[in-house]
């Protein structure tokens, strides 16, 4: 199991920008697949980005394309999103996730909840219009 601890929300404008960060402890960092996902307000669990674990490939949901990119330190043992042109309509709760792939390709990103072992407590973003 790893640990994962969000930062780096709060509260932007429309049209600002945010970086979360996810640390990760307890494994080693680069036999994880990671990943984001948001909760609005009253809503499902969504994805939003995902990262394989040496970072070479990454894949982002289609409503943040182009505004919203995912990057990893595995040096650091730490994955970022970051957010950039923020509408009101990305406001939500952003959790990091994990999955240990040692026994699944290493090529892989995962876009569903399911597929994740790990989870962070979840950082808030708010914008404002």
């Known amino acids: 199991q790893v640990q994962l601890v969000e930062s780096g929300g709060g509260l932007v404008q429309a049209g600002g920008s945010l970086r979360l960060s996810c640390a990760a402890s307890?494994?080693?960092?680069?036999?994880?697949?990671m990943g984001w996902f948001l909760q609005a307000p009253g809503k499902e669990r969504e994805f939003v980005a995902a990262i394989n674990s040496n970072g070479a490939t990454t894949y982002v949901a289609e409503s943040v394309k182009g505004r919203f990119t995912i990057s990893r330190d595995n040096a650091k043992n730490t994955v970022y999103l970051q957010m950039n042109r923020l509408k009101p309509e990305d406001t939500a709760v952003y959790y990091c996730?994990?999955?240990?792939?040692?026994?699944?390709?290493?090529?892989?990103?995962?876009?569903?909840?399911?597929?994740?072992?790990?989870w962070g407590q979840g950082t808030q973003v708010t914008v404002s219009s």
């Open positions: 996730a994990a999955k240990d792939i040692t026994y699944y390709r290493a090529g892989s990103y995962y876009t569903r909840q399911y597929q994740y072992d790990d």
């Open positions: 307890g494994r080693t960092f680069s036999n994880y697949a």
